[in-house]
């Protein structure tokens, strides 16, 4: 099954929680319908990308990236690559490579859908059609919270506690984001 058909199927099987998502749901939906190569950056217009907000065992913390073209902290994704199978396997490579940690359990659906414009790594001023998903770490033998490693593409990386985001957080979706991750993952 190609990228473009898994995420066609992520998207289809979704029962978004509410009326704007589902809204959302079907523009992403038309998206990947007509455009070509939807989920690669190559699409100019605008791709499909995969993102996770990554949970302790306990859910009691987040970890969240400081991104260097957003200038906000916001969870860990980015672009589907070729050998990606689906957005869900992109947003869990993503959440590996920009975290450092071993290994993390993904949700086996979506949690939220997100667009919005972006200026990509290719220079390009395009559209992000965000395909959010919730993970948690593996938890650590003394309870503490997993290492972590920054990637080239953060300026900065932590844990945060759920009841306290950083003042720079993205405000309009982190807070649904970590309240929506968390349910899905309880």
Known sequence: ??????????????DAPDPEQEALRHTMLAFVDAAPDPCMRV??????????????????HVLLTLHPRVGKWIQLGGHCEPGDASVA??????GLEES????????????????????????VATRHLDVRFAAVAEPTPDGSLPAIVRSDESVDLAWWPVDDLPADVDAETIPVLVRLGGAALR
């Open 43 to 60: 699409c100019v217009p605008g791709h499909i990308t995969g993102s996770v907000i990554v949970f302790d065992a306990s859910l009691t």
């Open 1 to 14: 099954m190609s990228i473009t058909a898994a995420t066609r199927s992520i998207l289809r099987d979704w």
């Open 89 to 94: 396997a992109a947003a869990l490579r993503e």
């Open 100 to 123: 450092g940690l071993p290994s993390l359990r993904l949700t086996d659906a979506p949690v939220h859908l997100h667009t919005h414009p972006i200026t990509c790594s290719l220079g």
